[in-house]
């Protein structure tokens, strides 16, 4: 994958007026003339490899802050908050933000701090799940330092799909003086697993399926051995409440079991070999669909990328109820977003089918952006709210070509279904599609 030319301007002349120099002092301090700095530091050309060693090594400059914009989720994330309805007469387009961003991305630091904490109303609203979510993203889904911690754990274990539980198990006993014990559903009703410390205990509802008890095995090896990483990054995130701070641990505590059961080399191997086809790596890797899906939002490893996916689950009543971006570039849609011509809402109608459907749709771009998706029911065992939910993968359909899946699909934008911006930001008042209707039936007179 290519990457992006490096425009770093405002942090170059940040940096210069730190130093108390003009633009002819520090250029020649780097070896570049003053007029190239200063298109430099203009972003009219991008900092080269050369000049920003010489930055590090004359300066002490610490090249992580040329990513500053990270931190706010980057050119989606802001285009996310440019999306707000406060702002729809404004008619902002992705490219206003790009370049706003470019060019000031402190003041674009310090606008989107500001809107995360008014919220999206005239106060603010509280949203966990959201903060949460956001710092997930600002991470696109990937973190290094515990997948390579789980995939050296998977060496050491040899884990294997033949005996993947049984390691996981003997690895709690032996380490952490843990037994797993399966329960019948009538003494864990509404829950799936629990941790009895007076009995030394992993306890299962029975209710789990093969994959999923393997997944609470392994969630529970890398919550143990990995409290410390998994601590750091929860404290990083500086997340103002308790809730987003739960919400954002049990994301990253699922990570690492994923991590465990799929190591990063293994699985990555295994979608080039097969492409992406999630039926074998369902198989291979004894998983099930909604576990491969979160992984594949995950390979974002420098020097060994996968596609970037985005993965989202749905609700029997068409709502969304999660979404995680990755590194794909989507946009979490608005509180309320249907979009009734979306193969998630077929699925439901066709239980245990994968279906495939290339469709245009992106909140809050200037232009729609050309996706390849995939879904297909999976069911929910072993709480009191047991229920089917639909999950889709997503992929820009630019990379597609790569997919199994995809095989025998056009990849033409010409052909894709095009979605629009969900139900609540349509106003077509003759829509008949059951969605729609429902839509209009919760919001009331």
């Not at 404004?90 to 790009?98: A, F, N, P, T």
């Not at 969630?219 to 990083?236: H, N, P, S």
């Not at 279906?355 to 709480?383: N, P």
Request: one cysteine or more; charged letters at 25%; hydrophobic letters at 40%.
């Amino acid at each position: 994958m290519i990457e992006k030319a490096l425009l770093a301007g405002p942090a170059l002349r940040r940096l210069r007026k730190r130093e108390g120099l003009t633009q002819a002092a520090m250029a020649a301090s780097l070896g570049i003339s003053p007029s190239y700095l200063n298109l430099i530091e203009r972003n009219q050309r991008p900092l080269s490899a050369r000049v920003l060693v010489q930055v590090i090594e004359r300066f002490d400059f610490d090249p992580r802050s040329l990513r500053e914009d990270e931190a706010i989720g980057g050119i989606d994330g802001l285009v996310r908050r440019m999306s707000d309805k406060r702002f729809a007469d404004l008619g902002i387009d992705r490219e206003e933000v790009q370049e706003f961003l470019a060019a000031a991305p402190q003041v674009a630091a310090a606008f989107a701090r500001l809107y995360d904490t008014a919220g999206e109303g005239s106060g603010r609203v509280d949203d966990p799940a959201g903060d949460a979510r956001r710092a997930v993203e600002r991470w696109q889904n990937h973190f290094a330092d515990l997948d390579h911690a789980a995939e050296q754990t998977a060496d050491e274990l040899r884990l294997s799909r033949g005996d993947t539980g049984a390691a996981l198990m003997e690895r709690l006993r032996e380490k952490h003086q843990l037994a797993v014990r399966i329960l019948p559903t009538e003494v864990m009703p509404g829950i799936v697993h629990r941790l009895d410390l007076h009995a030394r205990q992993l306890q299962l509802s029975e209710m789990l399926p093969g994959a999923a008890r393997r997944f609470q095995i392994a969630r529970q090896v890398g919550a143990l051995e990995q409290r410390e990483d998994i601590d750091t990054l929860v404290e990083g995130a500086n997340l103002s409440s308790s809730e987003a701070r739960d919400a954002f641990r049990e994301h990253v505590t699922d990570y690492v079991a994923g991590a465990l059961l799929m190591p990063y080399r293994r699985f990555l191997r295994a979608c080039e070999q097969t492409g992406y086809d999630v039926n074998i790596l369902q198989r291979r890797f004894a998983s099930s669909f909604d576990q491969i899906a979160q992984r594949l939002t995950t390979l974002q490893r420098v020097g060994e990328r996968g596609l970037p996916f985005f993965s989202a689950r749905f609700g029997r009543t068409g709502r969304m109820v999660h979404f995680t971006a990755g590194a794909s570039g989507a946009i979490h849609p608005i509180d309320g977003a249907r979009w009734p011509a979306w193969v998630p809402y077929a699925a439901f109608e066709n239980r245990g089918s994968l279906l495939t459907q290339a469709v245009t749709f992106g909140e809050g771009e200037s232009v729609s952006k050309h996706w390849f998706t995939i879904a297909r029911t999976v069911e929910v065992d072993g709480v009191a709210c047991s229920s089917r939910k639909v999950v889709v993968l997503g992929l820009e359909a630019r990379f597609a070509g790569e997919l199994a899946h995809a095989r025998g699909i056009s990849l033409s934008p010409e052909d894709a279904v095009p979605l629009g911006v969900g139900c609540p930001r349509c106003g077509r008042a003759d829509c008949l599609t059951p969605a729609s209707r429902r839509l209009a039936a919760e919001s009331g007179p």
